[in-house]
C-alpha cells in the first residue's frame, strides 16, 4: 500500500513532503549504497527499518536467491552482487519479514476460528509478511547518468504481480513520516483515455494495397475511483471502447459500473447481474445496464433495479457429441457475461468448465468431452432487440420474527412506444409488435424446529401489441406450496406447483407452462449410524408445444458406523414421455440401482461405488439397454501444497442390437507445490469406448529448478473437439505443447532446448491431418566478459493433408521441413566500440499435391538461404558516433531437382549512419546505404542507392520531433525511385496527457504511386 495513493495528494506535493529520501511502504523503509541506479556486476548493501519489531528479514531476488539480512543499530543489513548477466531495466527483490504477534483474523472468518478450537490446534504466535520493492539496474555507464536524474523521481512499492510500471526509488537516508488520515484526501483516482486514428492515402498503384483512402478511429476509456467519503465507500470502474471505419462496421463495447456502499445500504450503477434468484415465479436472473438500489435493515429490507436490458433472452439445448466443441448456440452475437451454462443440470463456470465466443456464439468445453447421454442447456442474451427496451422491478420483505419472513415483488419489462410505429412498418419479414409484460408476486417462509414451510403465489399478464388497442392481453397465475417436518426419527417433505398455461416469467426464453407437479418425501435417521429416505414427485406441463408428462421414484439408505467405512445404497426411477431435448414421443423408464462405500484415511478419502442402469424406450419401438458401473475414487483433504483427486470409472453395456461395448473413463486432477521452485498443474480425462473409439483431455504445465544451474517448465494441452471438413463434420483431437530445458554448468555456457509439438488428428481414421513439429537448440559462450559466441540450431517438420480426401483423410496436400543454424559472434573490444556478427544458414524441402485424382502427383520444391550480417558500432564521443552495417545474402528457390529454377539472387548491402549529439535539444544524422542485387535467372543486375538524414529536436520531456528522409534509386535491371518521409511528434501537454502524431510518405516514380499514412494518439493518464 502507497500512502500517496491513499492520501490523494498530488504526485508534485506528496513528493516535495515525503519522498525526497527513500522508499516506503507500509510497514518499512528501504535505502540502497553506494549509489543509485543500480549497477549491473556490482555489489550493494540494502539497509532495511521496519516500523514495528520483527524477528526476521529476508530478502530474495527476482531469480529466487537468498540474501540473509542481519540486525544492527536499529536497522537490518544485507548485502547482494546483482549478477553480470542481468538485462537493463527494472528488477525485484521479494521482502519477507517475520512479527512476533499474530496475524488479525480476518473479519467473517469464524469457520477457520471454530475449525482450530474443535481440532485444538494451536494458534501461531509469529506471522510472516510478504512484498515487493522493484528498483533499476543499469550498465556503468548508463547508472551514472541515471543517477543524476534520480532525485527527480520518487519511489513505488506494490506487490510485483500487479505493477505496471516501476519508476526507481531514490537512496540516502531514511526518513520516518506521519500517516495522514484517509479523510483528508480520500479517493483514489486511476484511469486513461486513449485515442487514436489512422488514415492511409494511396494515389497510384502498389503492389498489396489498395488505392482510395481508409480511415479508422479507436478510442479506449478507462476510469477506476475507490476510497471513502462522507461515510460512503465508494468503488467505480468504467471502460468502453470503440472502433469506427469506413470499410468496416463499427464496433462498440462499454462496461459502466458504481458501487455506493454506506451502512445496510448499497447502490450499484452500470452493467450487473439482476439477482432477484429468492422467489422461483417473480425471479429476474439477466444482464442489465442501470441502477440496482439494495437495503437490509435486520428485519426488513428492498432490492430495486430500474434498467435497460442488454439483449434479448435465448435458450439453447442440445445433446453432448463426444467432443469438447465447439456447440454452436442458436443465436449470435451473445452479451458479455449474460450466459448460464448447464451439463445435466449441473451449473458450470466459465473459465474452469467452458470457454464461449461472443462474437461467433460457439461454447467449448474444458477438462472434459461431453458424451452423447449428457443434455447441454444454455440461457444467454442475444445482442439484439427490436425496440427500446426497460426492465425494472421491486422486491422487498419483512421479518416479524426470526422464524417468519414476507415478500413481495413487481418486475415489468416493456417495450419503448417511442418510433415503434415506425420501426414495425419498416419490417419485411414478420412483423413484431412492442409488448408489456409484467409480473406481480407474492412470498412467505416459516422456520420452526417440528415444521417449516414455503409458499409463493404470482400473477402474470403480457400485452402482445401495444399499439393496437384491445390487442390479446395474456394473463396467469402460480402458485407453489413446500412443506418439511421432523417428529422424532422421521421427517416429512411434500409439495405441490401449478402454473397456468398463460403464465410467464419475465425474461424467461423457454417458458414452462400449464405445470402440475407435485410429491412427497419420507426420511427415517433413529441414530448416527443408519439413516433412509424416499421421495416421490409427478409432473406434467407444456413446452414450446410439446406435453411433457415425468414420474420420478427415489429411495436412499445410509450406514454411517464411526471409524468404519460408509455404506450408501441407492434406487431410482424415473418414467418421461418425451425426449428432453428434442421433444419426440419416447416413453422412456430409467432404473437405477448402486451401492457406494467411501472412507477417509489421514489425508485421503475412497470412494468405492458399483450401480446397474436399465434404459428402457417404448416408442416408437421398445428398446432396452443395460449399463452396469464400476467406480473408484481418490481425493486429498486438507493438504496445503497438494491437491488431488482421481477417478477411474468402467462401464458394460449391452444394446439392443444384442452388442456388449465397454466404456473406460480416467480422470485425474492434481496441483502441487511441494517446494517453491516445484510447480505441477494436470487434469487428465481419457476415455476409452469399444464403439466410439477413444477421447483424451489433457491440461499439463509445470516448473521445476532443482538448482541454479538447470531450470525447466513446460505445458501442453490436448482437446477433443468437431472440426468442419468439405464432406463432413469430423471429431479430432488437437494436441500442443511447450518445453524449454535450461543448463547453465558454468558460469560462462548456456544451453538451451526448445520443443514445440502441434498436430491435429481426426479419431475416427487416426490419421493426422495437420502437424507442425519445432524443435530449437540454443549454445551461447561467454569466455569473458565483453565477448559471446552463440549458435541457434532450429528444425521444423509440418504437413497437412487433402481435407477433400473423403473418408480416408490420408492424402497429404503440403509438406514442409527446415533446417537453420544462426552462428553469432558479439564483442566489445574497446569501451567505443561493439561488433556483432551473424550467419544464416537456412534449407527447405516442400512438396505440394498437383493431381487431386489418383495416381496422386507432387511437385518438389527446394531452397537455400545463406546471409551474412556485420554490425560495427563506435561512440567516437559523447556527441559523435557511426553505426554500419554490411549485409550478405543468397537466396535459392527451386522445384524438381534444381535448386534455383525460380529464385536465384545474390545481394550485398553497405549501409552508414553518423550521429551528432549537438546539444542536449538537437541531434542529426546522416545516412548512406548501397546494395547490388543479382537476378541470376533474368539475367539483370539491379544497383540501388539510397542517402538520407535526420533531425531530432527535444525540449526536455516535454516536447519531441523525429524527422528522417530517405531517396532510393535503383538502376540498370529493377528500376526504381522512391522518396520516403517520416515525421514523428510526440507533446507533453501535462505529466498527465500525452500527444503523438506520426506522418510517413512513400512517393514513387517508378511504378508511380504515393502512399501516406497518418497516425495519431492522445493519452491521458489520471
Excluded: C
Excluded at 67 to 77: D, F, L
Excluded at 298 to 303: K, T
Excluded at 578 to 591: F, Y
Excluded at 863 to 876: E, I, M, P, Q, W
Amino acid at each position: 500500500m502507497i500512502f500517496l495513493a491513499f492520501t490523494g495528494l498530488s504526485a508534485g506535493n506528496a513528493l516535495d513532503k515525503y519522498y525526497e529520501k527513500a522508499i516506503y511502504a507500509d510497514e518499512y523503509g528501504v535505502s540502497f549504497y553506494p549509489d543509485y541506479p543500480l549497477t549491473v556486476g556490482g555489489t550493494i548493501t540494502i539497509r532495511l527499518r521496519t516500523f514495528k519489531p520483527a524477528q526476521k528479514v529476508t530478502l530474495y531476488s527476482d531469480r529466487e536467491l537468498e540474501i540473509p539480512m542481519t540486525y544492527k543499530n536499529g536497522h537490518w543489513w544485507g548485502k547482494f552482487k546483482i549478477p553480470e548477466d542481468y538485462k537493463e531495466g527494472g528488477h525485484y527483490f521479494t521482502v519477507w519479514i517475520k512479527y512476533p504477534v499474530a496475524a488479525p483474523a480476518k473479519k467473517g472468518d469464524w469457520l477457520s476460528g471454530f475449525w482450530e478450537r474443535l481440532t485444538f490446534q494451536k494458534k501461531s504466535a509469529v506471522f510472516w509478511s510478504k512484498s515487493a520493492i522493484w528498483y533499476q539496474a543499469f550498465r556503468k555507464k548508463e547508472a551514472i547518468e541515471k543517477a543524476k536524474e534520480a532525485i527527480t523521481g520518487y519511489p513505488t512499492y506494490e506487490a510485483y504481480e500487479s505493477a505496471e510500471e516501476f519508476p526507481p526509488p531514490v537512496t540516502g537516508e531514511a526518513i520516518e513520516i506521519e500517516v495522514i488520515s484517509p479523510e483528508a484526501a480520500p479517493l483514489l483516482i486511476k484511469g486513461s483515455q486513449s485515442i487514436t486514428f489512422k488514415t492511409r492515402t494511396l494515389e497510384g498503384t502498389k503492389e498489396g494495397s489498395a488505392p482510395g483512402t481508409l480511415q479508422t478511429r479507436e478510442e479506449t476509456l478507462r476510469i477506476n475511483i475507490a476510497g471513502r467519503a462522507a461515510d460512503t465507500d465508494i468503488e467505480a470502474a468504467l471502460y468502453r471502447s470503440t472502433a469506427l471505419g469506413v470499410d468496416v462496421i463499427g464496433e462498440r463495447d462499454e462496461k459502466i459500473s458504481i458501487l455506493l456502499r454506506r451502512g445496510s445500504t448499497e447502490a450499484y450503477l452500470g452493467d450487473f447481474t439482476a439477482d432477484l434468484t429468492e422467489t422461483e415465479f417473480a425471479k429476474l436472473n439477466k444482464v442489465l445496464s442501470g441502477v440496482n438500489v439494495k437495503g437490509d435493515y435486520n428485519r426488513w429490507g428492498f432490492n430495486a433495479l430500474y434498467s435497460s436490458p442488454k439483449g434479448e433472452g435465448k435458450f439453447s439445448r442440445m445433446y453432448g457429441n463426444g467432443t469438447q466443441g465447439p456447440y454452436q448456440l442458436a443465436n449470435a452475437p451473445v452479451v458479455i457475461d449474460s450466459e448460464r451454462v448447464y451439463v445435466d443440470g449441473i451449473l458450470l463456470t466459465r473459465g474452469d468448465g467452458y470457454t464461449i465466443d461472443y462474437q461467433a456464439g460457439t461454447i467449448t468445453f474444458l477438462k472434459a468431452v461431453i458424451d452423447a447421454k449428457s443434455i447441454i442447456q444454455v440461457y444467454y442474451d442475444w445482442r439484439q432487440t427490436v425496440y427500446q427496451h426497460a426492465t425494472y422491478g421491486l422486491r422487498t420483505y419483512v421479518k416479524p420474527s426470526p422464524n417468519f419472513k414476507l415478500g413481495a415483488t413487481y418486475l415489468e419489462d416493456s417495450d419503448n412506444l417511442a418510433g415503434a410505429q415506425e420501426i414495425r412498418s419498416s419490417m419485411t419479414g414478420e412483423a413484431v409488435s412492442p409488448q408489456r409484460h409484467f409480473v406481480v408476486g407474492a412470498d412467505g417462509s416459516l422456520v420452526s424446529e417440528k415444521i417449516s414451510a414455503q409458499g409463493e403465489i404470482a400473477y402474470s399478464s403480457k400485452n402482445l401489441d401495444l399499439l393496437t388497442p384491445g390487442a390479446t392481453n395474456e394473463t396467469g397465475r402460480a402458485g407453489k406450496l413446500n412443506i418439511s417436518s421432523s417428529l422424532g426419527p422421521f421427517g416429512l417433505t411434500a409439495n405441490v406447483k401449478r402454473v397456468g398455461p398463460k403464465f410467464e416469467s419475465i425474461a424467461d426464453p423457454y417458458p414452462k407452462q400449464d405445470v402440475w407437479e407435485y410429491g412427497a418425501g419420507l426420511s427415517f435417521r433413529p441414530g448416527s449410524v443408519f439413516g433412509g429416505k424416499t421421495d416421490y414427485a409427478y409432473q406434467k406441463y407444456t413446452q414450446d408445444g410439446v406435453i411433457y408428462e415425468n414420474l420420478y421414484k427415489t429411495a436412499k439408505a445410509m450406514l454411517t458406523p464411526e471409524r468404519l467405512p460408509s455404506l450408501d445404497y441407492n434406487f431410482s426411477e424415473s418414467d418421461e414421455s418425451n425426449d428432453p431435448v428434442t421433444g419426440d414421443t419416447i416413453r422412456r423408464v430409467i432404473t437405477r440401482n448402486s451401492a457406494e462405500m467411501a472412507q477417509q484415511l489421514g489425508a485421503f478419502s475412497a470412494s468405492l461405488k458399483g450401480s446397474l442402469e436399465k434404459w428402457l424406450n417404448r416408442s416408437p419401438s421398445e428398446e432396452v439397454t443395460d449399463y452396469r458401473r464400476m467406480n473408484l475414487g481418490l481425493a486429498t483433504i486438507g493438504l496445503e501444497k497438494v491437491t488431488f483427486a482421481s477417478n477411474v470409472e468402467l462401464e458394460e453395456r449391452r444394446e439392443p442390437t444384442g452388442q456388449e461395448p465397454f466404456r473406460r473413463t480416467y480422470n485425474l486432477n492434481l496441483s502441487a507445490t511441494p517446494a517453491r521452485n516445484y510447480f505441477v498443474s494436470s487434469s487428465l480425462q481419457v476415455v476409452n469406448d469399444s464403439a466410439l473409439g477413444e477421447t483424451n483431455v489433457v491440461d499439463l504445465a509445470y516448473r521445476a529448478q532443482p538448482s541454479e544451474a538447470f531450470k525447466t517448465d513446460g505445458k501442453y494441452t490436448i482437446t477433443s473437439v468437431r472440426e468442419e471438413f468439405p464432406v463432413t463434420s469430423e471429431a479430432v483431437s488437437k494436441q500442443t505443447g511447450s518445453f524449454s530445458f535450461d543448463l547453465r554448468p558454468v558460469k560462462a555456457l548456456r544451453l538451451r532446448y526448445l520443443f514445440k509439438p502441434s498436430f491435429t488428428q481426426i479419431l475416427r481414421t487416426e490419421t493426422l491431418s495437420y502437424s507442425n513439429e519445432q524443435q530449437q537448440a540454443e549454445v551461447n559462450v561467454i569466455p569473458v566478459q565483453y565477448a559471446m559466441f552463440g549458435l541457434i540450431y532450429k528444425l521444423g517438420k509440418s504437413f497437412n493433408i487433402y481435407k477433400n480426401d473423403y473418408p480416408d483423410y490420408k492424402v497429404k496436400e503440403n509438406t514442409e521441413n527446415t533446417d537453420s543454424a544462426l552462428y553469432t559472434i558479439k564483442m566489445a573490444p574497446l569501451e567505443i566500440l561493439s561488433i556483432e556478427l551473424n550467419y544464416l544458414h537456412e534449407n527447405s524441402l516442400t512438396t505440394s499435391l498437383a493431381a487431386t485424382q489418383e495416381p496422386y502427383t507432387y511437385v518438389q520444391g527446394r531452397g537455400l538461404t545463406r546471409k551474412f550480417d556485420l554490425v560495427a558500432k563506435t561512440s567516437l564521443s559523447e556527441q559523435f558516433s557511426i553505426d554500419s552495417r554490411y549485409t550478405y545474402e543468397k537466396d535459392d528457390e527451386g522445384s524438381g531437382e534444381a535448386l534455383s529454377s525460380l529464385v536465384n539472387t545474390k545481394s550485398h548491402t553497405a549501409a552508414l549512419k553518423g550521429t551528432w549529439n549537438m546539444s542536449e535539444k538537437w541531434t542529426f544524422s546522416v545516412s548512406g546505404a548501397y546494395s547490388r542485387t543479382t537476378d541470376y535467372i533474368l539475367s539483370q543486375v539491379t544497383y540501388t542507392l539510397a542517402p538520407g538524414f535526420g533531425v531530432i529536436y527535444r525540449l526536455e520531456d516535454k516536447f519531441r520531433v523525429d524527422f528522417d528522409y530517405t531517396y532510393s534509386k535503383s538502376y540498370s535491371g529493377a528500376e526504381t525511385e522512391k522518396n520516403n518521409y517520416s515525421l514523428r511528434t510526440k507533446y507533453a501537454l501535462s505529466d498527465f496527457v500525452n500527444v503523438t502524431l506520426r506522418v510517413d510518405q512513400e512517393v514513387s516514380r517508378a511504378p508511380d504511386y504515393r502512399l501516406t499514412d497518418v497516425t495519431g494518439n492522445v493519452e491521458i493518464n489520471l
